[in-house]
């Protein structure tokens, strides 16, 4: 039983993760077809929304009120409306200085006043820590093993944060 539960958790959060990466794409390909801009800041604007939706189903109530389902379209459409009007003002502050007929005239940058500013933004929101090695793994990132316990989560590994050992399957 609990092979077949550990299977059927690992191929959903898989899905989940997939679409995740799905509309991470499909956002960075529209943005750039439909308005010729590169924007690296993607994947922080989408944390930031995710956040958002958290926000507004836990602290704000949408799910207490609405219940779960109803709890998370409501938040997921208020995030989007937070997250458009964000963008809306950050937009002609920053990122239309770099683009459209105020840059006809930098043609030889190409797009790089636009990478360099996205590329300064997601910087930012990460906090500029983000560093890969040789191999593609990220350089500093530790991995962290939870365990639910009565539905929360409990970090068991490493030793340095571990409140608690593992619990593992008798057999």
Not at 82 to 94: I, K, M, V
Not at 154 to 171: D, E, G, H, M, Q
Request: proline fraction near 5%.
């Amino acid at each position: 039983m609990i092979l077949v539960e550990s299977v059927l958790q690992a191929l959903l959060t898989s899905l989940l993760v997939g679409g995740i990466y799905g509309l991470l794409c499909v956002g960075l390909g529209l943005i750039f077809s439909v308005m010729r801009v590169i924007n690296f800041a993607q994947g922080e604007f989408m944390m930031i929304s995710m956040y958002a939706a958290l926000i507004f189903f836990d602290t704000l109530g949408f799910g207490r009120l609405l219940g779960d389902w109803g709890g998370l379209a409501a938040s997921a459409l208020a995030a989007g409306a937070a997250l458009y009007l964000f963008a809306s003002l950050l937009h002609p502050a920053l990122l239309a200085s770099v683009t459209g007929f105020r840059v006809t005239g930098t043609e030889g940058d190409g797009h790089y006043p636009q990478l360099t500013l996205t590329e300064g933004a997601a910087k930012y929101f990460s906090g500029g820590r983000l560093k890969f090695d040789n191999k593609g793994r990220r350089v500093g990132a530790e991995t962290v093993i939870l365990q639910w316990r009565d539905g929360t989560p409990i970090p068991v590994y490493p030793p340095s944060l571990a409140v608690t050992p593992p619990l593992w399957a008798k057999r």
